[in-house]
């Protein structure tokens, strides 16, 4: 008895001092299946260009692979797994919202719809054989870990918006959608951890004409760098809203739609014909920043408390 007990608390010694360890014995005791509570999602697969009928917490796994690097400590994969749970229990849920698309699907596995999603061929096929296994196991302990587990709002689930990086600071859901959301406002983000957080993008000022419907190449360059172009709004946290090209005027998220920038947080240099775009950070900056979560998860934070610093005033609870 003495004996058993003696590996009982070196085990639990072990868990607690090793949590690498506690991760690598769940994977040896779990072979790599989905088990689900019973809820079903019916998903519309581009690949296969069907509905399936997919177990949620299988459909999660799915969603986090697809939407965050696997490389990411844990606990920043159990705050994509709770947003993207809340995302999708949404859909779901009685008097939620409704997918429009595809007509007896919950939602699609195309993030333009939503938020993305892959099977586990694929994630083998991205990631080997050899990667695959540690890969796999580390986001479904992250799911499993977290599971039935959506973020509320005054009771409510609430729109769990999340991006790559926001290159210093969220936005508010104001600045870049219409409506104003209580839980979706701008904080700071220190630890934003973007390998690559600014991008070019080089344009002729006659590119820009053909897109935009300017008539910039038409005007001196000398004129077009000193009062053609300038930003004539900007959002609380300094990003540009509204941005005048010519006798013309664009919302910033436009602009990025049309010239391909990886955010809102634009800076230009012109050079003779030709007008470099610099963006900061990557995605529409509003909610969770996944190289923030990264980065939070690494100074010590855990799931909820990540979860918490982007969505204001929001509570985790259980479906279950």
């Known amino acids: 008895m003495r004996k058993l007990l003696l590996a ?3 085990l639990l010694t072990l868990i607690v001092a090793f949590p ?3 991760l690598k014995f769940y994977q040896l005791i779990n072979p790599p ?36 690097p696997a490389s990411f400590p844990v606990e920043a994969l159990k ?13 779901i849920l009685p008097g939620g919202v409704k997918n429009s698309r595809y007509s007896g699907a919950d939602v699609s596995s195309d993030p333009r719809d939503g938020q993305a999603w892959i099977s586990q061929e694929e994630m083998e096929k991205r990631w080997g054989k050899l990667k695959y296994l540690e890969y796999f196991y580390k986001i479904k302990w992250a799911v ?27 936005e508010n859901a104001e600045e870049v959608w219409v409506a104003a959301l209580p839980y979706l406002k701008g904080v700071d983000c220190p630890y934003c951890t973007d390998p690559s957080p600014k991008k070019q993008v080089t344009y002729t000022l006659a590119e820009i004409d053909q897109k935009l419907k300017t008539n910039l190449s038409a005007i001196p360059v ?8 300038k930003i004539t709004k900007e959002t609380s ?31 230009w240099n012109i050079n003779d014909d ?25 100074h010590g934070k855990n799931y909820e408390e990540i979860l918490k610093h982007y969505y204001t005033g929001v509570e985790i609870s259980s479906m279950k």
């Open 8 to 10: 009982f608390l070196g």
């Open 20 to 22: 690498s360890i506690t």
């Open 33 to 68: 299946q989905i088990q689900s509570a019973g809820t079903i999602v019916k998903m519309y697969n581009h690949q296969t260009q069907k509905i399936e009928s997919i177990p949620l917490e299988e459909y999660i796994v799915g969603v986090v692979a697809a939407e965050m």
């Open 79 to 91: 705050a994509q797994s709770v947003a993207a749970r809340t995302y999708i229990m949404q859909r």
């Open 144 to 170: 499993d870990s977290t599971s039935g587990q959506v973020i509320n709002y005054k009771s409510q689930l609430i729109f769990p918006a999340f991006h790559a990086s926001c290159g210093g600071s969220t």
């Open 222 to 229: 000398s004129t077009v760098k000193t009062n053609a172009i």
């Open 237 to 267: 946290t300094g990003r540009p809203k509204e941005i005048q090209f010519g006798n013309k005027e664009y919302p910033a998220t436009l602009l990025r739609e049309i010239l391909k920038l990886r955010s809102t947080r634009i800076s």
């Open 274 to 298: 030709k007008i470099t775009f610099t963006t900061k950070g990557y995605g529409h900056g509003v909610g969770l920043c996944q190289y923030g979560a990264k980065g939070l998860a690494e």
